[in-house]
C-alpha cells in the first residue's frame, strides 16, 4: 500500500521560504518516476497542482508558481521536494503530493502553508 508524508510546512512572512517534503512510502521505482505531483488546497478552493515532475526529469509548472517554486526528486529516497521562493499570502494552503495523473492514490494529510502578510 502506498502512502503519502507530506512535511516542511509551516507559518511564514510574505518574501520567506519554504522547503517541502513528500516520501512515498510502498511506492516501487517504476510508479515513482513515472510522475508525481504537488498539489495545494486552500480554504473554499478546490484542489490545484502546483508543480509535477517526471521521467529525466521533466518539470511542469502552474502558472502562479512559475519562477518562484521548483520541484525535485529523490529517486532512492522516493521522495520528491517543493522549494518555494519569494512566497506570497496567496500560497496560503494544505500542500498535498500524489501522482500526477488519475488514477491517485489515497491523499496523504498534507502539510499547512501560512504565508503572513
Known amino acids: 500500500q502506498v502512502q503519502f508524508v507530506e512535511s516542511g510546512g509551516g507559518l511564514v512572512r510574505a518574501g520567506g521560504s519554504l522547503r517541502l517534503s513528500c516520501r512515498a512510502r510502498g511506492m516501487i521505482l517504476s510508479e515513482f518516476t513515472d510522475g508525481l505531483a504537488w498539489f495545494r488546497q486552500a480554504p473554499g478552493k478546490e484542489r490545484e497542482l502546483v508543480a509535477r515532475i517526471s521521467g529525466g526529469p521533466s518539470t511542469n509548472y502552474h502558472d502562479a508558481v512559475k519562477g518562484r517554486f521548483t520541484i525535485s526528486k529523490d529517486n532512492t529516497r522516493r521522495t520528491i521536494y517543493l522549494q518555494m521562493d519569494s512566497l506570497k499570502s496567496e500560497d496560503t494552503a494544505v500542500y498535498y503530493c500524489?501522482?500526477?495523473?488519475?488514477?491517485?492514490?489515497?491523499w496523504g494529510q498534507g502539510t499547512q502553508v501560512t504565508v503572513s502578510s
Open positions: 500524489n501522482r500526477d495523473r488519475e488514477p491517485f492514490r489515497s
